[in-house]
């Protein structure tokens, strides 16, 4: 069978591709979009109505193909000319002005006889009413373009000479800018997973053959001078009115179609059978209209701007983030100059502890790339919570709904601000984003080493200075929140509304999606300004960072100073100028929550799906462990390791018969799904709780949601049976092959440094309190490693027990039902009542069930618990308080403490 394989492949490779690039040359170029399949007229408009809250326009053009050219294509340079979003582009200039969130251009169809060049456009609510104004500018920068292609031809004939000898070098310096950033990223990419790798390749094969199959376009081997400058100037001369159609997508231009078509529902047909009008998809049955433009709208296009308005627009400035030096550390030793992926991950070094913040440094030593990945997480209370006094008079930090959205609203004005600056660093290798948790704010930069701290450096100081908070962002970044949370319900598949409902019983802090709509349409700039202010008043802030891959320890420690500076300076001239808050040092703010369901009841959540076109309902039915789950080999017992890897091996082994049997066999629906989650609590102290839960869930439109759910049960009881008899090699290939996903090497520097900062994200606060390096141990990088240990020493017996108090015994388990209804099985009425049940049919009901559930928390401590809860206590006057308070309803209880390097003994509650 491999033979025949590997026979077929051979064979399959020498007959690819069916077109090759030299015989693509002479296929002639028929194009399937022509003036004369429209009636004659163009430009048209196809007007089709959203299913979600967007507002788009499409701009598409056919112009000769490019197929034969690969690496030199003009259409290759085009997308990145008219899709550039830094200064003097179409994208900058319409961003300023407040009318679009985005645009991009390339090729929607490239065959050897056709190709059609699209720029989409995502529009503000200004943005749409002026989409024609954004039509013209897009012509306007077209013809720029043919004007200075056209000089620079004339340049190279010596025809002529430019005035400041630069005209001649900018399509040539773009060009090369280009081709060296496309080297760049074929020759320094990570290897990715087999499977994306076999798909990219199989395609590339079908058009440039085995020899080209990966380099085809990325222009190994042009030159400054290889510039396709004629073919450009001829691919741009395409970009013109009487060449184009367009597409409309909002409701704001179906409405205008319904009433331009209100007395005229018959299309009007033209001789060669082509409608105007509205008219019906073959397939889908989606209905669109089709119509002429005014051709006053168009003679305008076709005339352009003025001189002042063509000022505004300009190719692209030098990109200054093209790295320098693609050269690797010279710290890093000469085994190490070679990609060593199967080498186990080590964790990075803790070489600044202070006060104001500490410094994660790691010299990669696996990937051997000119790359690296900064995280500086901001943290501050003020993210989402707000300080609020309590009934004896003390300042607390509580979660405030309207202070969260306002972060959420500042981080994307932030994105939306920086967006010009920062597009050649995007250009260069260069990535980075702002996000917001309950810790904080997390900037995340990543790229080639060279430039990283520069672009960091500039973004921390941005975002340090309220000088991006203008009003044309935030007026984008509110419109685009609340589009999204207005379409929520009615664009949401059943599952993912389903998801939704769990959720807000079991871990949202806010009261949904309705009340958060409403919140957000009454925030105001002024709002996100004294919010902004106020994130450096917060006496507890501090940075956490992680500095690694290609960056030498002096580098890290050089970029660790410049950003402290950054941020003390901002707290010192906040605070100078009035912004502070007093006495709220010591006031401990919690972190992510989850709620603990009551051990012998199930919740049974019923909701119906708002949006109209939903016919599927869905089941999601998750099971959360009694038992809290495993954090590290220092931070939880034996026993909780060993329960934590029975619930992560269960998931394993039910995965694929629960989808042969509820899809393959009984086929309920198209998704058939079950996983296993870890999610954490951090509540009234800084102990982090691990949460151990095992979900399925299933999307049908066969089956009436209740009796999806009696399925489910079934499978799992007959699952259980499976298990009694399951021979113990296969018990064991299971947990060996769990244990090598859970150990397999790493292959992307992100994925180390996002798995790994996590960790240093989540436990750093209850393990290095105080400026105590002695428990940095404590900090589980090793958790891959420790659970796949205990996964192999896992016996039947164990499993069955986890099994049976997991999911089994209704007396003891922890279960919740959602199910959501769609048009094939509308929820008819409530239940009827039962016992051991609660039935939530209602917002109302909801959020009454929610507050009778407590905040996760462990019922067992270890000795290292106690140490570091009393290192916390220290510093937080508020954590006494939750401390006494907790031991009395015996949530913490008495921790007996011996010893660093005593045993450690669980004490249970």
């Not at 140490?867 to 009395?888: P, S, V």
Request: proline share 5%; charged share 25%.
């Amino acid at each position: 069978m491999d033979h025949l394989a590997a026979q077929m492949i051979a064979e399959a490779a020498r007959d690819s591709p069916p077109v090759p690039i030299d015989a693509a040359k002479n296929v002639a170029h028929q194009s399937a979009f022509r003036a004369e399949l429209q009636g004659g007229k163009w430009p048209v408009v196809v007007t089709t109505k959203p299913i979600q809250n967007v507002r788009k326009v499409v701009l598409l053009f056919p112009i000769p193909p490019s197929y034969a050219e690969p690496d030199r294509s003009p259409s290759h340079l085009m997308s990145h000319l008219f899709g550039h979003e830094g200064k003097g582009s179409p994208f900058a200039l319409f961003q300023n002005a407040g009318w679009i969130t985005s645009l991009s251009s390339g090729p929607r169809i490239s065959a050897p006889d056709q190709n059609l060049f699209q720029i989409t456009i995502s529009l503000t609510k200004e943005g749409e009413e002026h989409w024609k104004d954004i039509v013209k500018y897009i012509f306007a920068y077209a013809k720029m373009l043919c004007t200075v292609a056209e000089e620079t031809l004339k340049l190279s004939d010596g025809a002529c000479q430019s005035d400041d000898g630069s005209g001649k070098d900018d399509l040539y310096r773009i060009w090369e800018e280009v081709g060296k950033l496309d080297r760049m990223q074929f020759h320094q990419t990570s290897p990715g997973s087999v499977y994306n790798f076999a798909q990219s390749a199989s395609q590339s094969i079908s058009k440039y053959g085995t020899a080209n199959c990966l380099s085809a376009g990325s222009l190994l081997n042009e030159t400054r001078d290889s510039l396709p400058l004629s073919d450009l100037l001829d691919f741009c001369q395409q970009i013109v009115p009487n060449n184009c159609f367009i597409e409309r997508c909002s409701e704001g231009a179906w409405d205008e179609m319904e009433a331009l078509y209100a007395d005229n529902e018959t299309p009007t047909v033209a001789p060669n059978g082509f409608a105007f009008g509205k008219q019906v998809e073959k397939w889908y049955g989606v209905e669109y209209y089709v119509s002429p433009l005014d051709e006053s709208d168009v003679k305008l296009w076709g005339e352009g701007i003025g001189v002042k308005e063509i000022e505004s627009i300009h190719l692209p400035e030098p990109n200054r983030y093209i790295p320098r030096s693609l050269e690797l550390c010279e710290e890093l030793p000469e085994e190490a100059k070679v990609q060593r992926i199967e080498l186990p991950v080590s964790p990075p070094k803790l070489i600044v502890n202070e006060p104001s913040g500490r410094l994660w440094w790691k010299l990669d030593e696996r990937y051997a790339l000119p790359k690296a990945y900064l995280t500086v997480l901001i943290r501050t209370r003020v993210s989402e919570n707000k300080l609020l006094p309590d009934e004896s008079y003390q300042s607390s930090w509580e979660y405030d709904t309207k202070t969260s959205l306002t972060s959420e609203l500042l981080k994307s004005i932030f994105a939306d601000a920086l967006a010009i600056d920062t597009y050649d660093a995007y250009l260069a290798g260069l990535g980075w984003s702002l996000s917001k948790t309950s810790s904080g704010f997390t900037l995340t930069c990543h790229g080639y080493s060279d430039r990283l701290p520069d672009l960091a450096l500039k973004l921390l100081k941005e975002l340090t200075s309220p000088s991006f908070l203008e009003e044309r962002h935030f007026s984008t970044a509110k419109d685009k929140t609340i589009r999204g949370l207005s379409s929520f319900f009615e664009s949401r598949r059943a599952d993912s509304l389903a998801i939704y409902y769990r959720n807000l019983l079991l871990n949202y802090k806010g009261n949904g999606v309705e009340e958060n709509l409403e919140i957000a349409k009454a925030i105001t700039l002024r709002d996100v300004e004294k919010h902004h202010s106020m994130i450096w008043t917060d006496d507890d802030l501090s940075l956490e960072v992680l500095y690694t891959g290609n960056v030498s320890e002096k580098q890290a420690r050089s970029f660790f100073s410049d950003a402290t500076s950054v941020i003390d300076a901002t707290r010192s001239h906040v605070t100078q100028n009035g912004a502070s808050e007093d006495g709220i040092s010591d006031s401990w703010a919690s972190g992510p929550l989850e709620r603990r369901l009551p051990a012998g009841e199930d919740i049974e959540l019923h909701f119906e799906s708002k949006n109209p076109k939903e016919e599927n309902g869905t089941v999601v039915v998750t099971y959360q462990s009694q038992h809290e789950g495993f954090k590290g080999k220092h931070l939880s017992s034996k026993e909780t390791l060993k329960r934590s890897a029975c619930v992560r091996l269960i998931s394993k082994m039910i995965r694929e018969p629960c989808f042969n049997e509820l899809r393959t066999k009984q086929q309920l629906g198209y998704i058939v799904s079950s996983f296993y989650d870890m999610s954490y609590s951090t509540n009234s102290t800084p102990l982090t709780t691990s949460i151990d839960s095992l979900t399925v869930y299933v999307l049908s439109r066969k089956v009436e949601p209740k009796d999806v759910a009696a399925r489910i049960d079934d499978f799992l009881l007959n699952f259980r049976s499976k298990l009694e008899d399951m021979p113990s090699t296969e018990i064991q290939d299971y947990a060996e092959s769990l244990a090598k996903e859970l150990t397999k090497p790493i292959r992307k520097l992100g994925t180390e440094a996002n798995n790994q900062f996590g960790k240093i994200r989540r436990y750093a606060p209850e393990t290095l309190y105080a400026d105590n390096e002695s428990s940095l141990e404590d900090i589980p990088f090793d958790n891959a490693e420790v659970v796949a240990a205990a996964l192999r020493k896992l016996d039947r017996n164990m499993i069955l027990d986890v099994y049976d108090s997991l999911i089994m015994k209704k007396e003891s388990r922890s279960r919740i039902l959602t199910h959501v209804y769609g048009r094939t099985f509308p929820l008819k009425e409530a239940p009827p009542p039962a016992p051991s049940k609660v039935y939530v049919t209602s917002m109302d009901e909801l959020m009454e069930k929610r507050k009778s559930l407590i905040a996760y928390e462990p019922h067992s401590n270890y000795q290292r618990t106690g140490t570091r809860l009393l290192g916390l206590m220290g510093r937080h006057r508020t954590l006494q308080y939750a401390a006494a308070a907790a031991a009395i309803v015996g949530v913490v209880g008495v921790v007996l403490f011996k010893g660093r390097n005593d045993e450690r003994k669980q004490t249970k509650i």
